[in-house]
């Protein structure tokens, strides 16, 4: 039995990741970084689903809704993902941008369609009074898709390391309004081995070189915006959710 404050723990680090997650996409108003919408979205979706399945009292939507919003979700990163593999081959599969939140997706369908009802309660609902849990029907999938969770969220903190998706430093943080944030991106190109596409935001933070393509100038966005915005927020937010998800998938086995 899963003590219930260590769920309302969860629960509580889910719901910062929600409001991180608004907020990046209330501050993202520019095209030139509406590339990220659908996985603050995406982050935002699942982390409310996530801490109303920790704690009961968060519930907000049906269980129904849940699988229709995350059905929809899989499909779309899956169009993403494949459209990412026609463009890099396989390696769109193992560091491509989209991939992690197609597993991410796809987790949080199966845990939705695989829930069986606990005594007491019904659907997902139940997790939070820290009693009697539902379990996973096929153990054996859900294992597959916690060990998968886990390998994304070691790579992308081995990403974090290596500053790929680092913080921008405080030389870098005044980013002018008028510069697409795609360009830093492409300025970057020369310093990463392989393709640096569109699809592929979380890059643009990569290098010293991003850092000096968007000196500091008048209109520039505030420096806590440019933090807000960096990849490293994001994939943060991803490492996270991943390690819940893969939590919440190892106590229902």
């Known amino acids: 039995m899963i003590p219930a404050w260590l769920l309302d723990i969860f629960a509580a680090v889910m719901l910062v990741v929600a409001a991180v997650s608004a907020a990046r996409l209330m501050a993202a108003g520019r095209r030139s970084e509406a590339a990220t919408a659908d996985v603050d979205l995406a982050h935002l979706l699942m982390a409310i689903a996530m801490a109303g399945t920790l704690t009961a009292a968060l519930k907000t939507l049906p269980d129904t809704a849940w699988e229709v919003i995350f059905g929809l979700m899989t499909a779309w990163f899956a169009w993403r993902v494949w459209r990412d593999a026609r463009a890099n081959g396989a390696r769109a599969l193992a560091g491509g941008h989209c991939a992690p939140h197609l597993a991410h997706s796809g987790a949080m369908l199966y845990m939705f369609l695989a829930l069986g009802a606990p005594v007491g309660g ?110 490293g927020i994001a994939i943060g937010c991803r490492v996270v959710m991943g390690v819940t998800m893969a939590f919440m998938l190892v106590i229902m086995i």
């Open 122 to 231: 019904s659907g997902m609902s139940g997790m939070g009074a820290g009693a009697t849990m539902g379990t996973l029907e096929y153990p054996a999938l859900a294992f597959v898709f916690a060990l998968i969770l886990v390998g994304y969220s070691i790579w992308d903190l081995d990403q974090l390391s290596a500053r790929r998706y680092r913080l921008p430093s405080v030389g870098a943080l005044a980013v002018p309004v008028g510069v697409p944030a795609m360009a830093a991106a492409e300025s970057a190109a020369a310093a990463f081995p392989g393709p640096l596409s569109a699809d592929d935001p979380d890059r643009m933070e990569a290098s010293p070189a991003a850092e000096a393509v968007a000196p500091a100038a008048p209109g520039s966005r505030p420096a806590s915006t440019a933090v807000l915005l960096s990849p």
